[in-house]
């Protein structure tokens, strides 16, 4: 497995699974708010509020935070699929994939050869609609037939 990937100069070189941006500001703001809320009512220093209120604070902060610096989870691209835990994993590794419901949520499963086995993606804070994977999975595998159990 290689474990550099080259950065592609545009998008269309390449389709990329990032975290959503909305997702994580929504839930900043709004903890924000509610923390703000607690603290501004709580006229004690020391109180149970004041800890949920403190609490929510640095949750919202967290949260904004990581709506500003988003990070890329997966890229697929002609040379493979990229994921930030496995590096670049070819597509002659790639065996099939699957999307799979758990709990509320979809998690995008990559079954590769023996070394790997199977790459979990969580797609619950990601913007990206899982029917758009497998046009891109068709598009950037062309030389190499990737099974898909779903179709």
């Not at 592609?8 to 924000?32: H, N, P, Q, W, Y």
């Not at 709990?103 to 790459?119: M, Q």
């Amino acid at each position: 497995m290689e474990q550099t990937h080259k950065l592609s100069a545009t998008t269309e070189d390449s389709f990329e699974i990032r975290e959503s941006r909305k997702k994580f500001m929504f839930f900043g703001v709004g903890s924000l708010a509610v923390s703000f809320f607690l603290l501004y009512l709580t006229g004690a220093l020391l109180s149970f509020t004041t800890l949920v209120g403190t609490i929510l604070l640095c949750v919202g902060l967290l949260m904004i935070y990581k709506g500003i610096y988003a990070k890329k989870m997966a890229s697929i691209d002609s040379a493979g699929v990229w994921t930030s835990k496995q590096g670049l994993v070819s597509w002659e590794k790639i065996e099939s994939y699957s999307f799979e419901g758990i709990s509320n949520s979809t998690v995008f499963c990559i079954r590769c050869s023996t070394p790997l086995d199977v790459i979990i993606i969580d797609l619950s804070m990601s913007d990206v609609n899982s029917n758009a994977i497998p046009l891109a999975i068709e598009k950037y595998s062309t030389n190499k037939a990737i099974n898909h159990p779903g179709e």
